[in-house]
């Protein structure tokens, strides 16, 4: 646990990333194999779910703390994080155990879930009492399941390859669904990431996917096209699909289903195991789960018959969150596969295979499948990058998000890289409203000490009305300058009318724009609406609160 511990100040304490490469080569080189395996789920982005209530840990801190509940909770507020808050207000132990990260997680930690407060009221401090401050500061992250820490996937994977001697998209594909909440660590995992390439590794893989191919985000002007990317013709042009992407896996007479996180969701989508039925051994297919049926016949042309096509995301994400999908919802949201890539065919890796004739031959499979569940991404035409630009203009009408543009000649890469081919996403701009913001909440990290977690509000009735109010509908923290935050900060802090715990309600003086993806009715939400990714575009110094936009504007948006 103190080595993990340590490597984990050495990766906090940097933002270099060959710093970083350094530090995590240097552990894995020293570090038990059962060790590194706990190491390398934590480091890739695993999660396991929270072992202790966050309430448990609270009341423990305080009685082993002495502090009176409204100075712990004073405290929290001022450092931004639970666990670092915790490991500040106890007693230091003055010997850190010196026992694995592995043997604390299997033996000590695990063994919390579930277990009753009289239990976890002896256990924890008994376990806390062995741990240096910066040992328990990540002791307790892991109980809460709150473990970040600034490395990516990608960077693990390439100080994994070059501390093995290996290509890192070998080891890339070895990681893939290394995290998922059904794979356990341990030694064996671990060393299977790192063991020498071998003939036969390709035919032992069961159902494990391919890393997924990134796009990068494409914000030029058309006009900037032809210099950029050379002739339409080079391109193949798609719509940009807003579903569930994922890879369908046919191997060993078994389907599985796996997410872009390389979470395993094959028991969400239970209607699409019937094409384990129609597709052969040694398939894997990339594409987008979308929620696709006929509009309501109220939406439809009076007298015409309407066609199944894509639904709005908010359908599909009543399946998101489901391990037991009821009839009900089946029926509500049924998905289909809209495949757009090819990556393994008969049992043979198809990734080095350029874009083009992946795609002929994705057709071809679909046409001998024959199900209505696995449906081919269609391929868009257009003279030239103007006719293109025109026909995006639809995108908000069909509900998809603009386009997707892949070098015909591209090759199937790992992760956001430019060295095998290229994708681009040629997304539409972004929905926007004027909002004001009415509360505002501490950040985490580096903003801990910062108000950068706003709520925002648009008005209930139109400028003029003689009785309005301000009605909250959407949450962001992304999208101000580190200066403009501070000055918001000052703001919060001198506008400050009530506090709710961590959150503050301010006296409405600030208007920014926010910009989102999507937007749909919701019955969960005060305002009737929900929106996707908000964050804040500007900060709108040349407007009043008074000329927010109202909830009829973005009811207008639903259209």
């Not at 501490?442 to 400028?463: E, Q």
Request: proline fraction near 6%; include cysteine.
């Amino acid at each position: 646990m103190k080595a993990f511990a340590s490597l984990y100040a050495d990766l906090d304490a940097t933002t270099s990333s060959n710093a970083k490469l350094a530090a995590m080569q240097a552990y894995f080189a020293q570090a038990a194999p059962e060790d590194a395996a706990w190491a390398v789920y934590f480091l890739s982005g695993g999660r396991p779910r929270q072992l202790v209530p966050t309430r448990t840990l609270r009341e423990l801190a305080v009685a082993l703390s002495g502090l009176e509940p409204w100075l712990f909770e004073e405290s929290y507020q001022a450092v931004g994080d639970l666990a670092e808050t915790i490991s500040l207000v106890l007693p230091e132990s003055p010997q850190g155990s010196n026992e694995g990260l592995a043997l604390w997680i299997e033996d000590k930690l695990l063994p919390l879930r579930g277990a009753p407060a009289e239990t976890l009221a002896a256990q924890l401090p008994r376990l806390w009492a062995q741990l240096d401050r910066q040992s328990l500061m990540l002791c307790i992250k892991l109980i809460t399941g709150s473990f970040r820490v600034g490395v990516s996937k990608l960077l693990v994977t390439r100080a994994l390859a070059a501390m093995a001697g290996l290509d890192s998209k070998r080891v890339a594909q070895r990681l893939v669904g290394y995290t998922d909440l059904s794979h356990r660590p341990d030694a064996a995992s671990y060393l299977k990431l790192i063991a020498p390439e071998s003939a036969d590794e390709h035919a032992q893989r069961g159902g494990q996917p391919y890393p997924f191919f990134l796009a990068h985000a494409l914000a030029q002007p058309v006009e900037n096209f032809e210099a950029l990317l050379g002739p339409v013709s080079n391109w193949q042009v798609e719509w940009k699909w807003d579903g569930i992407r994922a890879q369908l896996v046919k191997r060993e007479g078994r389907l599985w289903i796996w997410s872009r996180g390389e979470e395993l969701v094959t028991e969400r989508f239970p209607e699409l195991l019937v094409l384990g039925q129609h597709l052969p051994d040694g398939t894997v297919i990339d594409g987008e789960i979308l929620v696709w049926k006929a509009p309501a016949p109220d939406d439809a042309a009076p007298g015409a018959v309407p066609a199944p096509s894509v639904q709005p995301f908010a359908l599909l994400q009543q399946r998101i969150g489901r391990r037991n999908v009821s009839k009900k919802v089946l029926a509500d949201a049924p998905v289909v596969l809209l495949a757009y890539d090819l990556l393994e065919w008969q049992g043979q890796d198809w990734r080095n295979q350029p874009q083009a004739q992946r795609r002929s031959q994705l057709e071809q499979v679909i046409k001998e499948c024959a199900s209505p569940l696995l449906l081919s991404s269609e391929v868009l035409q257009g003279r030239d990058w103007f006719d293109l630009a025109r026909q995006r203009e639809a995108s908000r009408s069909l509900g998809v998000e603009g386009m997707m543009l892949k070098a015909r000649d591209a090759l199937y890469g790992v992760g956001r890289t430019k060295d095998m081919g290229v994708w681009w996403k040629w997304k539409v701009e972004p929905f926007s409203v004027d909002a004001v913001l009415i509360y505002a909440q501490r950040g985490h990290g580096r903003r801990a000490s910062l108000y950068s977690d706003y709520t925002f509000a648009v008005w209930d009735g139109p400028p003029g009305a003689s009785e309005r109010n301000l009605v909250p509908f959407a949450k962001a923290y992304s999208g101000l300058t580190d200066e403009d935050m501070r000055k918001v900060d000052s703001i919060v802090r001198k506008t400050t009318v009530e506090k709710f715990g961590p959150v503050s309600s301010v006296t409405p003086s600030l208007v920014f724009e926010l910009g989102f993806e999507g937007i749909a009715l919701s019955k969960r939400h005060k305002s009737g609406i929900a929106v996707r990714f908000p964050r804040m575009l500007r900060w709108r110094q040349d407007k009043r609160v008074e000329d927010a936009d109202s909830l009829a504007t973005l009811q207008d948006l639903l259209g």
